[in-house]
């Protein structure tokens, strides 16, 4: 358990660099308003190089040798609950990044919280089809009903704030 603990920290942390571009086109961050993405985009300038997300980690295994993010955490192929939730952290990850380089601060926030918040639904949704916990899954459904409603208002102040 301590490995995948391990492995789940590493690609939070792990640098993201591949181009912001590549992930608005596939559609990764299509639930972002238009400011956003077009802020998102143009603060991408300095972001070059291969991702560590799009490699499943392994610019983080140079960086730390022993910790080869391209092989499970055990002998075991990894899947189900475990691959959607690394998928998961992997598509928010470079957007997060990309919002964090957005000039206006109040911008970065609200955009790097729909991403979070995207996120959030993401490893909500995984908790309901894999979780077992009666507790677990109901903090899920919590997170689903919360965060869809923050979106939504997020989503319009951004709108808002970005027609002034």
């Keep these: 358990m301590q490995k995948?603990?391990?492995?789940?920290?590493?690609?939070l942390i792990a640098p993201a660099s591949a181009s912001f571009a590549q992930e608005a086109a596939s559609g990764d961050v299509a639930v972002l308003p238009q400011a956003c993405r077009a802020a998102m985009m143009s603060a991408d300038h300095t972001m070059a190089g291969?991702?560590?997300?799009?490699?499943?980690?392994?610019?983080?295994?140079?960086?730390?040798?022993?910790?080869?993010?391209t092989k499970p955490a055990d002998d075991a192929a990894m899947g189900g609950a475990q691959q959607e939730a690394l998928d998961a952290v992997n598509r928010m990850h470079e957007p997060m990044m990309a919002a964090a380089?957005?000039?206006?601060?109040?911008?970065?926030?609200?955009?790097?919280?729909?991403?979070?918040?995207?996120?959030a639904?993401?490893?909500?949704?995984?908790?309901?089809?894999?979780?077992?916990?009666?507790?677990?899954?109901?903090?899920?459904?919590m997170i689903i009903n919360a965060q869809t409603?923050?979106?939504?208002?997020?989503?319009?102040?951004?709108?808002?704030?970005?027609?002034?």
């Design 4 to 11: 995948r603990a391990i492995l789940f920290a590493m690609v």
């Design 50 to 69: 291969p991702s560590a997300a799009g490699n499943g980690g392994a610019e983080a295994s140079k960086a730390m040798p022993g910790m080869d993010m």
């Design 121 to 141: 639904l993401d490893m909500a949704r995984i908790q309901l089809k894999y979780g077992k916990d009666a507790w677990s899954k109901t903090m899920a459904e």
């Design 149 to 164: 409603k923050e979106i939504t208002e997020i989503s319009a102040h951004v709108e808002a704030m970005t027609k002034q």
């Design 101 to 119: 380089r957005i000039a206006d601060p109040d911008l970065a926030f609200n955009c790097g919280m729909l991403v979070h918040h995207q996120g």
